[in-house]
């Protein structure tokens, strides 16, 4: 059901006024798209005060670009006391104005933002009574494991540092587990019990599991080095190796290999061949199964309010053929404001003959030495998707360290200061293209900065109603107040029954302090009202968008809305924990963010 807004006075005549603003509402005539018969005839009919429901349909808008920085001293601790003329921003090495720059100190933002709500007692009596406001939460941390790449002895580390790093987690975080194969996991949530279930569930889930005594040895790095990039010394090696597994025989020995036996080199080729194009197969499966799977997370992270993380936890991967989708995964992770961190689960890896104990697919290094060379180079080529992952999106790549609880602390902790660079590109091209961006402190002075490497332009020309659409969108799935507009939220609840709530979001608003446009003897204005419903876990529930239209005459301005107006939403709830988020644009752009919340015994 859509709630129905009205108006009135937020004094003491606010009842008043909302009855008279209803019935004036009520008699506004419906227009029909007609020629009107003269200008002065339409001006003097229109009425002052309208309202119609807006479709929420979004679209992306990357016009002005927004970059988060993070300073850092010495000694690794964010610093906040920087200011506009400190930074110096490049957009493809090209200087750009820094037009918007803010501070932000996330954590306890609704906690310091917390007004006290008035409801109704005893059922709907003039009495009122001060209603607590929930903890609600304010940071969203997603761990996503990797299944597909772990193996059974990985996992297992994993599982008990994440399990004591849940420990730390505050009361306003909410995390939630996901795999790379999409099984077990659970979705945002305090509740430490659901997490540790779910941690417990997770084990190794990859397309193919490994044979047991491979013939010959390979690996997606070899693989990809043999089919992909034809390199012939690897192909030497792998073909020598399954020489080796199907006769038993040393094929670097010249006294045991017949002119028979060497003829059949050529088939050895073809078998190690073939079997490179099998691992490439599956390898390359494998690493768009946990990029796609990191891109659907970033879409959870995307609608919900607050800060939020992405914590991958991998012992890499390969992607040789997959840049497109880290491009993707990248420009979501961008675009949505999601900070991926990023670890290791190897620890100190130190790859050498025979492989990983706990890797049943290992190298024989006795029959085809040179393998050792290709098993390093792989083990470091598995990390660089996660390095990559990280420092496009201002994250932490966390590797080489068998810490992994204070590995989970860093790649999963958001910094006490940040700063908010926002810029209009110049004479941007809608292309898609990729964008290198360069943020650098004028005064460095043993300051280290971290920032986001860059952004998509987009394809088309957003008009301003999808601008203003996306900056609606923006601001309702987040928790950063903003007061462009003289605006004021206040939250009530009517309870018709232990289970039937009526929560009513009143939006007021000193109408002589907005701006208005002088025409036809009137003061226009229009106002967008947004309104949105989240649970005690982030997890939105509902929302409404609205769009107020004023042609005030001037007594009107004047006189009757000297207290300004109040607009209300209601929403039909059950009893708990709600954060209420609302936010006003004007047609000018202006934009109020306010959060509210609010607890239903």
């Known amino acids: 059901m859509n709630p129905r807004i009205t108006k009135g006075l937020s004094s003491s005549t606010i009842s008043a006024f909302l009855l008279v603003f209803l019935w004036l509402w009520l008699c506004t005539p419906v227009v029909a798209q007609q020629t009107a018969p003269s200008q002065a005839a339409t001006s003097s009919s229109q009425p002052e005060m309208s309202s119609h429901d807006e479709p929420t349909t979004f679209k992306v ?29 490049l957009d493809d090495r090209k200087p750009q104005i820094v037009s918007q720059f803010s501070v932000e100190q996330p954590g306890n933002q609704i906690a310091r933002q917390r007004k006290t709500s008035q409801a109704p007692a005893d059922g709907g009596t003039n009495q009122t009574v001060p209603v607590k406001a929930p903890e609600l939460p304010e940071r969203f941390v997603a761990y996503v ?22 420990a730390s987690l505050r009361p306003t975080d909410r995390a939630a587990i996901f795999t790379s194969s999409g ?31 491979p013939c010959p ?15 012939q010394e690897v192909l030497e090696a792998a073909t020598k190796d399954t020489f080796h597994c199907t006769l038993h025989m040393d094929p670097n020995d010249p006294l045991s290999i017949t002119p028979g036996l060497q003829a059949r080199f ?89 492989g990983d104990a706990s890797d049943q697919n290992s190298v024989d290094m006795t029959v085809a030495p040179e393998e050792v060379h290709y098993l390093v180079e792989g083990a470091s080529a598995n990390e660089n998707a996660l390095f990559y992952l990280a420092e496009a999106t201002a994250g932490v790549f966390f590797h080489e360290n068998n810490d992994l609880v204070d590995g989970l602390r860093q790649t999963a902790a958001s910094p006490e200061f940040y700063y908010v660079l926002g810029f209009a590109p110049q004479n941007l091209k809608f292309d898609g293209r990729f964008h290198g961006l360069h943020v650098k402190l004028k005064n460095p002075s043993g300051l280290t900065l971290q920032a986001r490497k860059g952004y998509y332009a987009p394809k088309h020309a957003p008009d301003a109603a999808e601008e203003a659409k996306q900056e609606i969108e923006d601001a309702l799935f987040s ?30 608003v000193e109408v002589k302090e907005l701006h208005f446009r002088k025409a036809d003897g009137r003061n226009n204005s229009d106002l967008t009202f947004a309104s949105g419903l989240f649970d005690r876990n982030g997890t939105f529930i509902t ?15 004047e006189h009757r809305l000297e207290s300004g107006m109040t607009v209300k939403t209601s929403f039909s709830v059950k009893p708990g924990s709600y954060l209420v988020r609302l936010v006003v644009r004007d047609a000018e752009g202006q934009l109020s963010a306010e959060n509210g919340a609010i607890e239903i015994p």
């Open 479 to 508: 928790q950063e107040e903003m007061h462009g507009l003289p605006v004021q939220l206040h939250t009530q609840f009517f309870k018709a029954s232990d289970t039937d709530v009526k929560l009513a979001v009143l939006a007021h």
């Open 217 to 231: 040895y390979m690996d997606h790095y070899m693989a990809d080095l043999i089919a992909t990039k034809h390199d």
């Open 266 to 354: 050529a088939a050895f080729a073809a078998i190690a061949q073939t079997t490179a194009e099998h691992f490439l197969s599956v390898g390359n499966d494998e690493t768009r199964r946990t990029l796609n799977a990191v891109k659907n997370v970033i879409r959870r992270l995307s609608v919900l309010p607050g800060e939020r993380s992405l914590v991958l936890i991998s012992p890499g991967f390969l992607t040789p053929s997959a840049e497109s989708e880290m491009a993707d995964v990248i420009d979501g992770a961008l675009h949505a404001n999601v900070v991926i961190g990023t670890l290791d689960a190897r620890g100190l890896y130190v790859p050498g003959p025979g």
């Open 61 to 89: 808008n990357v016009r002005m670009v927004l970059v988060r920085v993070v300073v850092r001293d010495a000694k690794g601790h964010a610093i906040g006391d920087l200011h506009r003329e400190d930074f110096e921003l």
């Open 145 to 166: 494991v990797d299944d597909v790449h772990l193996n059974f002895a990985e996992i297992a580390r994993v599982i008990d540092a994440t399990e004591r790093h849940f």
């Open 183 to 213: 099984l077990g996991g659970v979705d945002f949530t305090d509740d430490r019990a659901q997490l540790r279930s779910a941690l417990h569930g997770i084990r190794p889930r990859p397309i193919e599991a490994p044979p047991a005594h």
């Open 543 to 557: 929302g409404t968008e609205k769009v107020v239209t004023m042609r005030l005459k001037d007594e009107t301005l």
